[in-house]
């Protein structure tokens, strides 16, 4: 999606949510968006913290909160109490693999878990709206 186009759908969600459009907020809307990875507010914090931008963690956990609420971003969780946030936003839908023993978080597509999930969900009368998989395990290289 074009940069300007997302910079004014968020511009549009905090008015309507009452809050100003800044500086600050801009730079994490950004700072999610230009990395593919699946990242803690920490490192988020420390990548802004590294290119000069002065933005609080209060900040940083607020936005967060915003861009999941409004699609731009998707918040994971698995289980260490940690909380993972990617970027929704020119994101084909995957699926999540991660080991336990590091942390790694591997993307994935399996055209078979797609079919089997509408098998399950048509056997059962059901119309599928959204869903999440995350297949917990050891990788390679912690084995």
Known sequence: MESQKVLSQFKNILRREGLKYTPQRVAVLEEILKDKGHRECEDIYLALRQKGSHVSRATIYRTMDILVKNDFARKMEIGDGRAR???KVDSPHHDH???TSCGKIME???PDVE????KIAKR???????HIHHLFGIC???Q
């Open 115 to 118: 079919d089997l999930q509408n």
């Open 97 to 99: 693999i991660v080991c």
């Open 140 to 142: 390679k290289e912690c």
């Open 85 to 87: 946030y990617e970027s």
């Open 108 to 110: 994935f597509v399996d």
């Open 124 to 130: 059962y009368h059901f119309k599928l709206q959204r």
